[in-house]
């Protein structure tokens, strides 16, 4: 069974940077995408961004392009989301999941089979 562990979470002043991790465990092969979406509180949950399989392609949502880049080692079964730029409106617990069936990114959630149990992220202003 594989298991999703985000990190790299914190508080942060408007304008920084954070870069969060996403470690996956229990599996060998790494021919899954994987996705980042984030919630905030009393928001529905929202696509951030995601890479293929390969991390040759990436998807991003309009408000994070130019400021969030997603990347990905394989040989250490992690997927990495490096934040710059940082807003108030970023601050939301973020998820990464991992969609098994494919190996192209996608933003809709209900495609991801497994998440993680989230990593907070404060922006203050």
């Known amino acids: 069974q594989v298991q999703l562990v985000e990190s790299g979470g914190g508080l942060v002043q408007a304008g920084g940077s954070l870069r969060l991790s996403c470690a996956a465990s229990g599996r060998t092969s790494s021919n899954y995408a994987v996705g980042w979406f984030r919630q905030a509180p009393e928001k529905e949950r929202e696509f951030v961004a995601a890479?293929?399989?390969?991390?040759?392609?990436?998807l991003y949502a309009d408000s994070v392009k130019g400021r969030f880049t997603i990347s990905r080692d394989n040989a250490k079964n992690t997927v990495y989301l490096q934040m710059n730029t940082l807003k108030p409106e970023d601050t939301a617990v973020y998820y990464c999941?991992?969609?098994?069936?494919?190996?192209?990114?996608?933003?809709?959630?209900?495609?991801?089979?497994?998440w993680g149990q989230g990593t907070q992220v404060t922006v203050s202003s």
């Open positions: 890479i293929s399989s390969s991390g040759r392609t990436t």
């Open positions: 999941a991992a969609d098994f069936t494919r190996l192209v990114p996608s933003s809709r959630g209900f495609e991801y089979d497994q």
